[in-house]
């Protein structure tokens, strides 16, 4: 129906006689991974950074042990400070800072170690503050330590306190600040008094006012941003983090329980460090403190296929009994009596009840290799056969679609696993594409977790679509039963990966419009489906077609590259030569003609782009050109279909820091992936002949006469206008919940059976212009609740609204 002939109003009409289709009171939950610095310097409240000396430049090249702290040599006092591991803390826990003061200043005071804290230490003026470290005399009479919170030109003394007398053993000691400044960007000190050696380790300090107090807890802002939307889960601690690259990068979760000096510390596969401080205890509690059920997620007892040199390795098959015994004492540490061996661990740290696990995750991501199946129907098996009460999480690959999805899917149906977990990151129109793909899933399972999507931006053109996308996740909520937007947070100057859904720094928290996509639906969940009739909604409008396709040639971050013999022409026949690179427009970068037909992209940057627009008659022909790296860290692409602006497809060869070759599409400007990216880089000073073969919808990719990519692209039309209603038996109300992508506004006339016309619906919109972006700062727009008085409602254009009885 064209816009023209669209009636007036927009009828929705809800069939609230149906039985409907029951929804997982699962659907909606959170995804927390240590990426973008979210846990230690986020979400886990301690202030200190490298509090036991366990950096080291695996973790990032110019760290090491003492990153974060400095000497102090104040008023006359003189020492040195080292790091040892001899007769350590504990064997989990080997280097600790060696404080030596040779030389007392003014009133005894020798010599310190002052910390920066994850980008300064952040305090307020009368917050208490608990301080605790464990300290070893050495030598000398360096018997009481100082700890106070100071500016950062140390002139001012916020607040301090005295820790002893220090022991020849190390002893754990304690106590609290109450600061008398509020300073966004303090530091820590500890100084010694005295002459003499003092070992010192576990430096920490951490504000009282954590969320909901728990001491050595999580950032109250943080946390309760996360409260707030209401998940129905929280799905941890990854992601790529469980598998880790390489075995012994795994994150194995007997590790990051009990007291913190005896939890193995290890570089986060994102860049970093993990503390561990924040670990499983710590996020069984937080899930019970939410009222969210926790879903673990444990390696399938193989590494990430993309680790370096090794690929996929899984855990040698002498060692596979000890680690199924690894995840079946999860289980009974989460669930088991507190008399039982793992529930007495559990009890210890102050938790006797037990959590009440229901949901465990099994791998992420994982390639579907013969390795990985035979780890993974160990664990499945076991876990059927010692907990048939958990419900198995599996995993399909890291896309919807592709090999491994596909291989997945029939890997899961042989197991017999209940749920599979499926990521979707991809543009905003693909989410709308997409909106039906759920329903023609076999209802007799494996049933669906969505566990990391996002539409790619955080402007209101993406939070729509994920808001049209979670309306057919309702629809189809008997099927697809969790799902879980990724990433979750994200820190200012430390950000790895976008969109993400709440950004934050040391004193402000960003929610995004994502965020209150996220919360809208969440708040407003039911538990049945029911059937919506919908006459004279918008429609998407398409995509202009062009006759005649462009094509592009291009370089990857920072890399620099020539290009020789571009060939294009009909499919079956000898492609002609291409015009002559002069004739080509540079859109990026720095293009030098090279003679012999040659051309130079010669910039270092984001991404370089040769374009000939108009350059072919679509929808079938060939395009190839010859490629050379000459320096950097990435490789090609090869753009093709160019059919209006924003619009096209493109082959990135050697992309993802040379290691994938991958077939995508761009979507309004949005790239993502088409298919499973292949594990093929590219050598530097080495001619490749690249080919792409565009046949229609299918799209064929060639390096060196090798076919790489076969990927046909069938879309459907985009849902523009989606619609969903929902019964929440508890409140006794239906909810209709409306994602309008079209820049038009809809009037709408609801009728819902049952439900008195004249009083109206109490309606809650976000609405924001398409292009309105949301990270570090406030949202451009805010839900905003009012009263209609009668059955029709405008919906504004670009918008997200819900629309519940009153009350």
Not at 214 to 228: E, K, N, V, Y
Not at 480 to 488: D, E, F, G, M, Q
Not at 574 to 587: G, L, T
Not at 672 to 690: C, F, K, M, Q, S
Request: charged share 20%; net charge negative.
């Amino acid at each position: 129906m064209s816009e023209s002939a669209r009636p007036l109003e927009t009828v929705v009409e809800v069939d609230t006689a149906a039985p409907g289709t029951a929804i997982s009171p699962d659907l909606f939950g959170v995804f927390f991974e240590d990426l973008n610095h979210a846990a230690d310097g986020g979400l886990y409240a301690e202030l200190v950074q490298n509090r036991s000396f366990e950096y080291t430049p695996a973790h990032r090249p110019e760290w090491h042990a003492l990153t974060a702290w400095e000497l102090l040599e104040r008023d006359g006092a003189a020492g040195s400070v080292a790091v040892s591991a001899e007769a350590p803390l504990h064997p989990a826990n080997p280097h600790y800072a060696v404080l030596r003061t040779i030389a007392a200043g003014v009133a005894g005071r020798g010599a310190g170690l002052r910390n920066e804290g994850f980008d300064g230490i952040a305090v307020r003026a009368g917050e208490a503050y608990d301080v605790s470290l464990f300290a070893r005399l050495a030598d000398g009479s360096a018997d009481r330590l100082v700890a106070q919170i100071e500016s950062r030109d140390g002139s001012r003394v916020y607040g301090q306190a005295e820790l002893g007398p220090v022991h020849g053993s190390w002893q754990r000691h304690s106590a609290v600040i109450t600061c008398e400044a509020t300073d966004p960007d303090a530091r820590f000190a500890v100084v010694a008094t005295g002459v003499g050696t003092v070992h010192l380790d576990l430096v920490s300090l951490f504000p009282q006012a954590t969320f909901r107090q728990r001491p050595g807890g999580l950032r109250a802002d943080l946390a309760q941003a996360i409260a707030d939307l209401k998940p129905k889960f929280v799905r941890f601690p990854g992601g790529c983090l469980a598998h880790g690259l390489g075995l012994g990068n795994m994150y194995r979760w007997p590790e990051t329980i009990g007291p913190l000096h005896e939890r193995r510390q290890q570089r986060n596969l994102w860049g970093y460090h993990q503390s561990m401080g924040l670990g499983y205890y710590e996020y069984f509690q937080f899930c019970e403190d939410i009222g969210a059920k926790p879903l673990p997620v444990v390696p399938a007892g193989v590494c990430c296929q993309n680790t370096d040199v090794t690929g996929q390795v899984g855990i040698p098959q002498e060692e596979m009994s000890a680690y199924v015994a690894e995840v079946l004492a999860l289980v009974e540490w989460a669930n088991g009596p507190a008399d039982s061996h793992w529930g007495a661990l559990r009890a210890a740290a102050g938790h006797p009840e037990p959590f009440g696990l229901e949901y465990l995750g099994v791998g992420n991501e994982d390639a579907i290799t013969d390795t990985f199946r035979d780890r993974f129907s160990r664990i499945h098996n076991a876990l059927r056969e010692h907990h048939p009460e958990i419900t198995v999480v599996g995993t399909v690959g890291p896309s919807p679609s592709g090999e491994d999805w596909e291989k997945g899917w029939a890997f899961a149906r042989e197991q017999r696993v209940p749920i599979v977990d499926e990521h979707s990151y991809k543009s905003p129109r693909w989410f709308l594409e997409n909106t039906r793909r759920f329903d023609a899933m076999d209802r007799e399972g494996p049933h669906l977790y969505i566990g990391e999507y996002a539409a790619r931006d955080n402007d209101m053109r993406s939070a729509i679509a994920e808001a049209a996308y979670m309306i057919a996740m309702e629809r189809d909520g008997d099927v697809v039963r969790l799902a879980s937007y990724a990433p979750l947070l994200a820190k200012r100057g430390h950000t790895q990966w976008l969109p993400d859904l709440i950004y934050f720094d040391n004193t402000n928290v960003w929610p995004t419009l994502n965020y209150h996509v996220q919360r809208m639906h969440s708040v407003n969940s039911g538990d049945t489906a029911l059937p919506v009739t919908v006459v004279g909604a918008p429609q998407a409008r398409p995509v202009p077609a062009a006759t005649r396709h462009g094509v592009h040639i291009g370089t990857s971050s920072d890399t620099r590259a020539e290009f020789t013999d571009a060939r294009l022409g009909p499919l079956g026949v000898e492609a002609a030569p291409a015009p002559d690179f002069a004739d080509w427009v540079a859109e990026s970068g720095s293009w030098e003609p090279d003679g012999d037909g040659r051309i130079r992209q010669t910039a270092n940057g984001p991404g370089a782009s040769l374009v000939l627009a108009d350059a072919v008659d679509g929808p079938s022909y060939a395009f190839s050109v010859r490629a050379r790296k000459t320096g950097g860290g990435e490789g090609f692409t090869i753009g093709f279909a160019a059919t209006s602006p924003g619009n096209w497809y493109q082959w990135t060869v050697g992309g993802w820091r040379n290691v994938f070759t991958r077939l995508q599409r761009v979507d309004d400007g949005v790239e993502h992936d088409l298919n499973d990216p292949v594990a093929v880089p590219i050598e530097t000073g080495r001619w490749y002949d690249l080919r792409v073969e565009v046949d229609g919808r299918r799209i064929r990719c060639y390096r060196d006469g090798e076919l790489v990519h076969d990927f046909e692209d069938a879309r459907a039309t985009p849902e523009a206008f989606a619609v969903s209603a929902v019964r929440d038996s508890a409140a006794g109300d239906v909810i209709v919940k409306i994602a309008n992508s079209t820049p038009e506004p809809v009037a709408v006339r609801l009728r819902v059976a049952g439900a008195d016309a004249d009083a109206g619906f109490v309606r809650t919109v976000l609405a924001a212009p398409p292009h309105a972006t949301s990270r570090f700062g406030l949202a451009p727009a805010a839900p905003v609740e009012d009263r209609l008085p009668g059955p029709v409602c405008d919906i504004p254009p670009h918008s997200f609204t819900v629309l519940r009885p009153p009350r």
